[in-house]
């Protein structure tokens, strides 16, 4: 297992992304669907873990509206991911996605080296920590790492995890647990 930060939800993870990336992909799984688990759900847990993962400043509020929002932007990513991979019906609702986008501002920046990036007009706010999710998403996607941050195939599990494998066609977080249980109830359902 590799070392990771303090903030991600399971000190047990497999498949860790590279860093920027790793803080969606911890994000994402604050929702643990296998054990009904949502960092996000308690606003006290939630507090905790956004400030430690650096999208909330500790003097920032929280409200529930905040904390909705924030679910709803997990799940919207998510969708994307999903999407992404072939297996969405209609697409992600990008509602929240949208909403968040309008309400924040991105900055350009020049780095010392000349190169131009983009950041996000840092207030401390939720919305602000998680806009600067989506810039991180907005380079994944640019870079080509967007496409190996999956989520489980499974749909009782939903994992995020990053795909390191050479034709990218990793399905599951966990091929002995998940990608068995999947393949073993489509045989099931094949011999019925």
Do not use: H
């Not at 000190?11 to 990336?21: C, I, Q, R, T, V």
Request: charge should be negative; glycine fraction near 10%; hydrophobic fraction near 40%.
């Amino acid at each position: 297992m590799a070392d990771l930060p303090s903030w991600y939800p399971d000190d047990d993870e497999a498949k860790p992304a590279p860093m920027p990336l790793l803080r969606i992909q911890a994000f994402l799984n604050t929702w643990d669907v296998g054990e009904g688990a949502d960092l996000l759900a308690d606003p006290d847990a939630a507090r905790r873990w956004l400030v430690d993962a650096g999208l909330l400043d500790p003097k920032a509020p929280l409200g529930a509206s905040d904390l909705e929002l924030a679910r709803d932007v997990r799940e919207a990513i998510r969708g994307l991911l999903v999407t992404g991979r072939g297996d969405g019906g209609g697409g992600p609702d990008l509602a929240s996605l949208r909403r968040l986008t309008a309400a924040n501002l991105a900055r350009m920046t020049i780095g010392a080296d000349g190169m131009l990036g983009l950041e996000s007009a840092e207030d401390g706010s939720l919305g602000c920590g998680l806009f600067d999710l989506l810039m991180i998403a907005r380079e994944a996607q640019q870079n080509g790492t967007w496409s190996r941050l999956k989520v489980c195939a499974n749909s009782e599990c939903q994992w995020a995890f990053y795909d390191r494998s050479r034709n990218q066609q990793g399905n599951w977080c966990d091929m002995a647990v998940c990608g068995n249980r999947l393949k073993n109830r489509q045989l099931r359902a094949r011999r019925r």
